[in-house]
């Protein structure tokens, strides 16, 4: 009896990791035979689960923007709020973490509240503020607002208060600052944490809609993701096209998560059980 289970234990565990490999997949290649289809293909039932090869739905597709600006904008936006949001959450996580000050469960309860602030209520306020200072349809107010990320700030300093007060106590006698003894001891030990609020940070920047959509107005500073709003129209949505243009914006960012998958699975894991 203990040897059936051992053998149907591990065959039963895949069994299960490829049916949800496969339901987790089934979006990506549904999109992915619509790019392929023919305009009269999407609406025929029932729907075919083989592409049919057409390949002229790209080349349309990548003449419908000047995607190579709309993948500059990203990317730089991206970038820069993801160096912004990692320096805040670093800094904010070791003084809610390590440091002692009066004020301090207080303060961060403030900041989690922020969490709980849905975004679409600011969006008006937001958008006359952004008015007021004359940000509307530049990058500034595409990175600024997200350079501090709650989520990234609560992380950190979920690691920092995990790890031994020692270690900065011995860093103090050895003469070391808060700033040195943060580069140099608690950075290194955090690096998991950086890099899932990293990740974080750079597949909600570059997956940005809503925000920049109301908040610019030309191509010379627009994302990606609203460069997609082209296959909308008054005359109904161009399905072939859509999914041409959200397979080759979506390839970037798969390819960065299959890369750092691990450190993704490692942060985690990290985040979930402590610190080894």
């Known amino acids: 009896m203990a040897t059936r289970r051992r053998v149907v234990g591990p065959v039963l565990r895949r069994v299960v990791a490829v049916v949800v490999g496969l339901t987790f ?3 990506f290649w549904w999109v992915l035979i619509t790019s392929l289809a023919r305009t009269s293909d999407v609406y025929t039932f029932p729907p075919s689960l083989l592409p049919h090869w057409h390949w002229a739905n790209y080349a349309r597709a990548w003449a419908a923007a000047p995607w190579v600006r709309l993948f500059g904008n990203t990317v730089l936006i991206a970038l820069c709020t993801v160096v912004l949001a990692v320096v805040t959450s670093v800094l904010a996580g070791y003084a809610f973490g390590v440091l002692r000050f009066r004020g301090r469960t207080a303060l961060f309860t403030v900041v989690l509240a922020v969490m709980m602030v849905p975004q679409t209520v600011l969006l008006i ?3 006359v503020i952004a008015q007021t200072i004359d ?7 595409q990175i600024i607002p997200f350079g501090g990320s709650v989520f990234g700030i609560f992380l950190v300093r979920q690691f920092f208060a995990g790890l031994p007060a020692e270690l900065f106590d011995a860093a103090e006698l050895d003469g070391a ?9 608690g950075v290194p030990l955090v690096r998991p944490a950086v890099i899932i609020v990293a990740l974080n940070v750079f597949m909600g920047s570059w997956n940005a809609f809503v925000w920049p959509f109301i908040m610019t107005s030309s191509t010379s500073v627009q994302p990606v993701e ?5 296959f909308y129209g008054a005359e109904g949505t161009d399905w072939t096209g859509l999914s041409a243009a959200v397979t080759f914006t979506t390839l970037p960012v798969l390819a960065i998560f299959l890369a750092l998958q691990r450190h993704f699975v490692t942060g985690a894991y990290s985040a979930a059980g402590g610190l080894k």
């Open 135 to 141: 940000w509307l349809d530049t990058y500034w107010i």
């Open 226 to 230: 609203v460069g997609l709003a082209t």
């Open 25 to 27: 997949l089934g979006p």
């Open 125 to 127: 306020p937001d958008y």
């Open 177 to 185: 600052g808060k700033l040195r003894a943060l580069w140099s001891i």
